[in-house]
C-alpha cells in the first residue's frame, strides 16, 4: 500500500496522486495500522463521539421526549454515524472524501434543533434535519463557483468557533454543577484528572500511549469520578437492567416542515459545509507534506456525503450529523489518520446501535469527565481553525470580518439569556454562537467585497526601486485577495527578477507596466515594456551558449524565469513585448 521515499513514506491515495506523508504521521491515510492499534484508535474515536452524544439528548429534553424516546433518537442516529463514516473513507464514486473523518452529532445544528424542538417537537426537528442535509448536498455540486464567496479564511473561523462552543460546553458542564452552582470539589477534581492524564500522555509519552492519550483520559477519569461518586445512581442501576441486545425501534419516527425555520437550517447546513470543507482540507495537509492547494474534488464527496447523512440522520429519526472536528483534534494529537480505522469506527457504533446496555455506558459519562475531554480537544480545533485562517493573507478587510464575527460568537457564548430578548424570528440565529459567527462573518465577507479590485495595474520607472515597488504592490493586493503567502512570494521573485533581466538585456524604453489578476485559483501577471523579446526557453542553454552567444545570457535568465512560475510565455507584436506569469492558486 505504500513505500519507503527521501524524507518519509510516500503514499499513493485513491485518486492515484503520490503524496508524501507528513512527519508527524505516526499512520498516514493509506497506511494499515496493526490491528491492536486499528481497533484502539477506534475506540478512542468512539469515546470522542460519546461526548457529542449530548446534542441529540438535549434537544429531546427539549422536546420533552421520554427516555425512551431519547434512547431511539441515539440509535437511529447512530446508524446513520457508522455508515456516514464508512462512506466518507470509501471515496466511490461522488461519495466520500477519502480520508478518516468520523461523522457525528454536530453543535451546528444544536441551536436550531433546540428551537425546532420547543416549536414543533421532535418530527420539526428531523424534517427540518432533512432540509437542512438537502441543503448542504445542493451546496457540495457548486462548491467550485461558490468558493470566492466561501473563502478559506471562513472555513478556518467555522472550526476556530466550533472549538470556542465545544470548549465552553465543556466549562459549562464543569462551572454549572447542581441546581445552577458551581460544581463541588469533586468534579473539579474528575475533570482535572481527566484533562491532565491526556494532557501529560500527549506531551511526554511516545507511541501506544500518546495515540490513545484521549481514550485512556476518559477511562481513568470514568473511574475515578464513578469512585468519587459523581455517577448517576439511576443511570448507573438503569444499565444492569437493560437487555445487552435489542433491535433500534423507530416508534418515534415523524417528520414535520416549518417555513419559519428553514433559515437557520439552511444556515446550519452552511456551517455544516464549511466545517467538513475545513475538516478535509486539514485531512489534506495532514497527509501530505508537499500540499499547497486543497482539492475540491475530495472536498466536494465530502461534503456531499455530509448532507446525505445529515437528511439520512432526520429520516431514520434523529439529529443532524458532520464531521467531527473533535476527531480532527485526535488525530492531529495522535497521529494515527489511517482510513481503515474509519471501517472499524462505523463497525463499532453500527453494532453498539443494537447493544443498549453498552451505549447506556457512553451515555452515562459523568459531566466532570466530559467536561474535562472536551476543554483537552477543543484545544486541538482551535489551533487547527487558527492554522486555516492564517493560511492566507489578511487585510484590515479580513481581520474585522474574522474579529467582528469572533467577538459576536462570544456574546452568544457569555450571554446567552440576551437571546430572549431578541425578535421572534432572530432567535433561531442567536441561540447558537456558531451560527451567528457563520451568519456575521458570510454577510460581512459579501459586504467588504464590495471595492476589492480583482484586477490591477502598476507603472515601473526602470530607475526607480523597482523592487520596492514590485514588493508593495504585490503585498498589499495579495493581503486584499487574502492569496496564500507562498504565492505572492513566488510572483514577487518572478517579476522582480524579470524586471531586472529586461532592463540588463532588453534595453527597454520607457516604463515597464504590470497587470495582475486573481479569481481564488489562478493568479496571472502580464508584463509589458517596448524593448527587445525575452525569450522563456523550454530548455538551459548550455554553458558554450551562455558564453558565446551574444542572446546566451538573456536566454538563460529567461529559462530561470520560466521554471518559477506554473507556466509563463512571451510574445512580441508592434514593438510592445508582453511577459505572461500564470501561478496555480
Known amino acids: ?45 468512539v469515546g470522542v463521539l460519546a461526548l457529542v452524544m449530548v446534542f441529540p439528548l438535549l434537544i429531546a429534553r427539549a422536546a420533552g421526549a421520554s427516555p425512551a424516546i431519547a434512547a431511539q433518537i441515539l440509535s437511529a442516529g447512530m446508524l446513520a454515524v457508522g455508515l456516514a463514516t464508512i462512506a466518507q473513507a470509501r471515496a466511490y464514486g461522488p461519495i466520500g472524501s477519502g480520508y478518516l473523518a468520523p461523522t457525528g452529532f454536530q453543535a451546528v445544528y444544536l441551536g436550531p434543533s433546540l428551537a425546532a424542538a ?26 467550485r463557483p461558490l468558493r ?11 472550526v476556530l468557533l466550533t472549538g470556542l462552543v465545544t470548549a465552553a460546553i ?31 500522555l500527549n506531551l511526554w509519552t511516545k507511541g501506544m500511549l500518546r495515540m490513545f492519550c484521549a481514550l485512556i483520559g476518559l477511562v481513568a477519569g470514568y473511574l475515578l469520578a464513578v469512585w468519587l461518586g459523581l455517577g448517576s445512581a439511576a443511570e ?26 428553514t433559515v437557520p437550517f439552511a444556515v446550519a447546513g452552511v456551517a455544516a459545509a464549511l466545517n467538513t470543507s475545513a475538516n478535509v482540507t486539514i485531512f489534506q495537509r495532514l497527509n501530505d507534506s508537499e500540499w499547497v492547494r486543497p482539492d475540491l474534488r475530495s472536498i466536494g464527496r465530502g461534503t456531499l456525503t455530509d448532507g446525505l447523512a445529515a437528511s439520512t440522520s432526520g429520516a431514520l429519526g434523529s439529529c443532524g ?48 469527565v466530559v467536561a474535562g475531554a472536551l476543554i483537552f480537544i477543543a484545544c486541538f480545533i482551535l489551533i487547527g481553525g487558527m492554522q486555516i485562517i492564517t493560511s492566507r493573507m489578511l ?38 454562537a456558531l451560527v451567528t459567527g457563520t451568519v456575521l462573518a458570510f454577510g460581512l465577507n459579501l459586504l467588504f467585497r464590495l471595492g476589492v479590485r480583482q484586477k490591477v495595474s502598476l507603472s515601473l520607472d526602470p530607475a526607480g526601486d523597482y523592487p520596492r515597488a514590485i514588493e508593495d504592490f504585490f503585498t498589499e493586493r495579495g493581503k486584499s485577495w487574502g492569496a496564500r503567502p507562498d504565492i505572492i512570494r513566488r510572483a514577487i521573485f518572478g517579476v522582480t527578477q524579470l524586471t531586472e533581466a529586461v532592463i540588463e538585456n532588453c534595453t527597454p524604453k520607457g516604463p515597464l507596466t504590470i497587470d495582475a489578476s486573481f479569481d481564488e485559483f489562478n493568479l496571472d501577471v502580464h508584463v509589458g515594456y517596448d524593448g527587445e523579446l525575452l525569450e522563456l526557453p523550454d530548455s538551459r542553454p548550455t554553458e558554450r551558449e551562455v558564453r558565446e552567444d551574444e542572446d546566451g545570457a538573456r536566454r538563460l535568465a529567461g529559462f530561470m524565469l520560466r521554471r518559477n512560475a506554473d507556466r509563463a510565455q512571451s510574445s512580441r507584436t508592434d514593438g510592445r513585448v508582453v511577459i505572461h506569469f500564470h501561478f496555480d492558486h
Do not use: C
Not at 427540518?128 to 445542493?138: D, R, Y
Not at 470566492?148 to 467555522?158: D, F, R, T
Not at 467531527?324 to 469506527?345: D, K, Q
Open 1 to 45: 500500500m505504500h513505500r519507503e521515499g527521501a524524507g518519509g513514506v510516500v503514499a499513493r491515495p485513491r485518486n492515484g496522486a503520490s503524496v508524501k506523508k507528513a512527519a508527524d504521521l505516526a499512520y498516514g491515510v493509506e497506511e494499515v495500522p496493526p490491528p491492536s492499534v486499528l481497533w484502539l484508535a477506534a475506540l478512542q474515536h
Open 170 to 200: 465543556g466549562i459549562r458542564y464543569l462551572m454549572a454543577g447542581h441546581d445552577g452552582e458551581p460544581a463541588p470539589r469533586p468534579d473539579w477534581v474528575a475533570a482535572g484528572f481527566t484533562l491532565a492524564v491526556m494532557v501529560g
Open 236 to 261: 448507573l442501576a438503569a444499565i444492569g437492567e437493560m437487555s445487552l441486545l435489542a433491535m433500534p425501534r423507530f416508534d418515534h419516527v415523524a417528520w414535520s416542515f416549518d417555513a419559519a425555520m
Open 118 to 143: 420547543q416549536a414543533g417537537g421532535l418530527p420539526l426537528v428531523f424534517g427540518m434535519t432533512i432540509f437542512s442535509g438537502l441543503v448542504e448536498a445542493a451546496l457540495s455540486r457548486i462548491w
Open 395 to 432: 487585510d484590515a478587510r479580513k481581520s474585522l470580518v474574522i474579529g467582528v464575527s469572533v467577538a459576536a460568537a462570544l456574546a452568544v457564548l457569555m450571554f446567552p439569556d440576551a437571546v430572549t430578548a431578541a425578535p421572534s424570528g432572530l432567535r433561531p440565529l442567536l441561540g447558537s
Open 321 to 368: 450529523l458532520s464531521t467531527l472536528s473533535a476527531s480532527v483534534g485526535v488525530i492531529i494529537a495522535t497521529g494515527v489518520a489511517s482510513r481503515r480505522i474509519a471501517y472499524a469506527i462505523g463497525a463499532i457504533v453500527i453494532v453498539l446501535a443494537f447493544l443498549p446496555k453498552f451505549t447506556a455506558v457512553l451515555v452515562a459519562t459523568p459531566a466532570a
Open 148 to 158: 470566492p464567496y466561501l473563502p478559506p479564511e471562513l472555513s478556518g473561523l467555522v
